[in-house]
């Protein structure tokens, strides 16, 4: 089994599913994957907020920096793209 984003969605998919170019995520869903991640814990509000305050706290800017860098990673790894 395989995980992919399919239509907006999070599926489990055979690994013979992956064959089919439909079926498949691709590059062009990572961006989406990622935003979705983020939205997971920042609204765009909360985002501008941390860019707006980086260097007045840069605690929270770290955090919210290594969050998007794991969603990023995460996104490669259920669009079934390389990872750096």
Same mark, same amino acid.
């Given at each position: ?28 869903? %990572?961006?989406?994957?990622? !935003? ?5 814990r920042?609204?765009?509000?909360? @985002? +501008? ?14 955090e919210? %920096?290594?969050?998007?860098? !794991?969603?990023?990673?995460?996104a ?5 793209? @390389? +990872?750096?």
């Amino acid at each position: 089994m395989a995980l992919a984003y399919v239509n907006g969605e999070y599926m489990e998919i055979e690994d013979t599913e992956c064959t089919s170019v439909d079926n498949v995520s691709t590059p062009a869903d %990572y961006g989406n994957v990622v !935003e979705e991640l983020i939205r997971q814990r920042y609204s765009v509000s909360q @985002e +501008l907020a941390i860019l707006r305050q980086k260097d007045a706290k840069p605690e929270e800017y770290i955090e919210y %920096y290594n969050y998007c860098e !794991e969603c990023k990673v995460e996104a490669k790894r259920l669009c079934n793209m @390389e +990872l750096d």
